[in-house]
């Protein structure tokens, strides 16, 4: 048989209609690459600028103010707490609200005048390494301009600049990773299994026996998402456990607050997959949604690229994903030793995104039911 043109127009306008048709198909199409587009284009960025730092110095004098004035020049530091106490410094930096904690000391102006070598403690949250790595190597040229302008202390007799990497002062690149990867694997499994959950109910024909069963709403579903956290559960322990057999990632915190944060985010993750299974028609849909969403969820999380590096716009947004919170809480709690005070907002993000997360998948539920 010959090639018909006529016949082959024919299914060719078939599979457009189709794909007319499909409209999530169709969104997940242009959207995914007009994002990818938008996210590489504008909101990633290797080497971020102005990053939030301490400042501890006893004696204002101009010295400390012309140390100041060259680290904010550089564009890497951006000195949010001038006047910062010791113990409020140490809080702040195992919050994760500054990246830096520079200390100045009381003589550091007397030793120049003297013409002796005087030091400038730099703490760096050494969490994550890429964050910090530029503004570190930025110092060396901060300690020889410092002073230039100012004409009694000559440039040879210029600060000694001490570095101090916090929580990882070898900078191994999987004590940043490996904890990280926890947050992501529980988000492209969790969140893809149960965003089919409802799905593969209604292609297989077996939602009217559960419209059939004398149970709420309410009760599906948690019936429902109960052994995805189980499930959640059994991975946690085999991330954790890989992490610390195999790549010997210290754990300085509470392993029973860890795994307290962490099932809440295991929680807000198969409520969202379950959102999901509530708007996708079938299967295939569910697990486009799902990869839709798990890309921001990478990349503006924090797991591959600085989050301070972020612009603004970008920072709301990542603010909004429970990758984001958990990548903190995990960090914090294995690398910092965090307590609850300084894990908090974390455990509060994340309630709160359960309890919209939970509200909206059992409103579109119901409306499903009905």
Do not use: C
Request: hydrophobic residues 55%; glycine residues 8%.
């Amino acid at each position: 048989m010959s090639l018909s043109l006529t016949r082959l127009w024919a299914i060719l306008r078939k599979e457009f209609i189709q794909m007319r048709r499909d409209r999530v198909t169709f969104a997940m199409m242009l959207g995914v690459p007009i994002m990818q587009l938008l996210l590489f284009g504008y909101a990633i960025n290797s080497d971020p600028r102005h990053m939030p730092t301490a400042l501890i110095a006893p004696v204002q004098d101009q010295f400390s103010r012309s140390l100041v004035a060259a680290l904010e020049n550089s564009g890497y530091y951006r000195i949010t707490h001038p006047d910062a106490q010791p113990s409020e410094a140490e809080r702040l930096i195992a919050q994760g609200k500054v990246s830096f904690v520079v200390t100045v000391p009381a003589d550091f102006g007397q030793r120049l005048l003297r013409g002796e070598r005087a030091q400038v403690l730099v703490e760096a949250d050494g969490s994550d390494p890429t964050a910090t790595s530029g503004a570190i190597a930025a110092l060396g040229g901060i300690a020889k301009s410092a002073f230039r302008r100012d004409l009694a202390v000559p440039e040879a007799a210029g600060p000694e600049i001490v570095v101090h990497r916090r929580y990882n002062p070898e900078g191994i690149t999987h004590y940043n990773i490996v904890p990280g990867l926890l947050g992501v694997i529980l988000q492209m499994t969790m969140v893809m299994m149960t965003a089919m959950a409802l799905t593969r109910e209604i292609e297989r024909g077996t939602m009217e026996n559960l419209l059939a069963m004398p149970a709420t709403a309410a009760e599906i579903m948690l019936g429902k998402i109960a052994p995805f956290l189980g499930v959640g559960a059994v991975q946690v322990l085999v991330i954790l456990g890989a992490a610390w057999a195999l790549f010997d990632v210290p754990f300085m915190g509470s392993p029973a607050l860890l795994l307290a944060g962490v099932m809440v985010f295991v929680l807000a993750l198969v409520l969202l997959g379950y959102l999901i299974s509530t708007v996708a028609r079938t299967q295939m849909q569910a697990m486009q949604i799902a990869i839709f969403v798990f890309l921001p969820s990478i990349l503006l999380s924090g797991f591959m690229f600085p989050f301070r590096g972020m612009p603004g716009w970008a920072q709301m947004l990542g603010e909004l994903l429970p990758v984001t919170h958990l990548l903190r809480l995990v960090r914090g709690i294995m690398l910092k030793g965090a307590g609850l005070p300084d894990v908090l907002v974390q455990f509060g993000a994340l309630s709160v995104m359960v309890v919209v997360l939970g509200a909206l998948a059992l409103l579109r539920f119901r409306r499903t039911l009905d």
